[in-house]
C-alpha cells in the first residue's frame, strides 16, 4: 500500500514542476495565476501524502496554512487583474 502513496508522490512532483515552467513561462497572466493557484493545490496534496508516507499528524497544520493562502493569494491577483488595484482607497479620506 505504501507503494501506491510513493507512486503518487513521484506523479504528483513532476506535475509540479509542469506547474513551476507554466507560472515562470505563462501566455499570459490569467495563465499564470491559475497555475500558481493549482501550484499551491499541489502542494498541499505533496504535503498530504508525507504525512501519510511518514505516519504523523503534524503537517496537517500546514496543510490549512497553505490552503488560506493560497486562497487569498488567488483572490487578490485575481482582484488586481481584474480592477489594477487590490485597496479599493477612496479619494476623501486624503
Not at 2 to 19: K, P
Amino acid at each position: 500500500m505504501m507503494m501506491i502513496f510513493w507512486v503518487a508522490l513521484v506523479i504528483i512532483s513532476i506535475a509540479t514542476l509542469g506547474l513551476v515552467y507554466r507560472v515562470i513561462k505563462g501566455p499570459s497572466i490569467p495563465d499564470r495565476v491559475v497555475a500558481l493557484d493549482a501550484l499551491g493545490v499541489s502542494l498541499i496534496s505533496i504535503i498530504a501524502l508525507l504525512s501519510v508516507v511518514t505516519q504523523t499528524e503534524f503537517f496537517l497544520e500546514i496543510i490549512l496554512l497553505l490552503g488560506i493562502l493560497a486562497f487569498i493569494g488567488t483572490v487578490a491577483l485575481s482582484k488586481f487583474i481584474e480592477r489594477g488595484e487590490i485597496f479599493e482607497r477612496d479619494d476623501d479620506d486624503r
